[in-house]
């Protein structure tokens, strides 16, 4: 098998992966769906009034949680891609703002390419692409000049321990059913409990800035999706920040700017400029 096939065939499995955690877990409640999210993630890069009466597109939207944050920050329209059967989920999602959302059942780098959005977005899902070259150079072309793309990714560095653990979970996890998957995040989740609970005492402790601020404020139920996420997806990379970058940079971005979000992961931000190619 080719390095192309064995790509194609890695993509084509993730895909099918979030598809069907798509339509097991549909909904978004609780912090998990707080616009606060989107701004942790966002700023100090992009404020999230710069969406105000924007149109954005969104790569990988999944149920939809990121396109509604994106409304709730006042974008004027939102294009929600999503290459997955989860796409029916993300339609009964956003059933009730179909005046400003299109959506759209195809994969990243079938985005339009008119040029008419001021920001794509693609939160968590870039990493799980095997080859994003497509994805991003399809974003530029779909980016007016002067338009953002922000990405946000899996950090390498910051939780070496941790990072390593999912790492050698995921030799397994990736090749198990979802009935195994979900009883291993479930004995994991209660774990987390307890190492959110010593997160509010012991200062030092890896990802203790994430964990206090963003994942122990999830529900019990979201904290277990979060590890689920981890586990599942065939195919995903942990970026330093020279990869980030250069992710962006080599496909034509300028202005390309790092953030290191709660010392765990990147968010990423780059510019179309007039002359792009």
Known sequence: M????SQSRLSDQTISDFGDQ??????NEGYYGDLGILKGTFEPLVRLEDLEGKRVAEIGSGTGRIVRMLLQAGAKEVTAIEPSAA?????????????RVVLLNRAGHEIPREGAYDF???????????????????SLDALRPGGKMVVWLYGKEGSGVIVTGIRMLRTVTTR???FFVAAIAHMLSLALDLYIYACRFIPGLPLRDYVKNVLGRFSPSKRYLVIYDQLRPAYAKYYCEAEARALLESNGFADVQTHFRYGYSWTVVGTRTANAA
């Open 87 to 99: 796409f029916e989920v993300l339609e009964r999602n956003l059933s009730g703002d179909a005046d």
């Open 176 to 178: 198990l059913p979802h």
């Open 120 to 138: 794509v977005v693609s939160i968590g899902v870039i990493h799980h692409i095997p080859n994003p070259d497509p994805v991003i150079a399809a």
């Open 2 to 5: 080719s390095a192309t096939q």
């Open 22 to 27: 798509w339509r097991r877990y549909t909904d």
